[in-house]
């Protein structure tokens, strides 16, 4: 998921928050979007799907102008778990 982020020109990073309270965040900056996942937890299947998360905030809320919904949170997790089931992670 990280390469494919950034096969497509995302910043992506993974960084120690020292909680397990926080699993990732995104920047939908205008030139390149910035995808952060939270190393704490050290679970690749969780990792791929906060990418697949983030991935589906910034495909389908875009502009991240105001604080995600209830809504926008499901909405981006049935789009993580589409993509990652449907083998979209290899995607070229």
């Known amino acids: 998921m990280i390469a494919l982020l950034e096969r497509h ?3 992506a990073a993974r ?6 309270k ?3 965040f995104s920047v ?10 939270c190393a704490d937890k050290r679970k690749k299947d969780r990792s791929r799907f906060d990418a697949a998360h ?4 910034l495909v389908m809320h875009g502009s991240g ?4 919904t209830t809504t926008m949170e499901d909405q981006a997790n049935w789009f993580a778990a589409g993509f990652l089931i449907a083998g979209r992670g290899d995607l070229r």
């Not at 939908?28 to 996942?37: H, Q």
């Not at 983030?54 to 905030?57: A, C, P, R």
Request: charged share 25%; hydrophobic share 35%; proline share 13%.
């Open 65 to 68: 102008d105001s604080p995600p």
């Open 54 to 57: 983030k991935l589906g905030h």
């Open 15 to 20: 960084v120690s928050f020292e909680t397990e």
């Open 9 to 11: 020109g995302a910043i």
């Open 22 to 24: 926080m699993d990732a």
């Open 28 to 37: 939908p900056y205008e030139d390149r979007p910035v995808v952060v996942l």
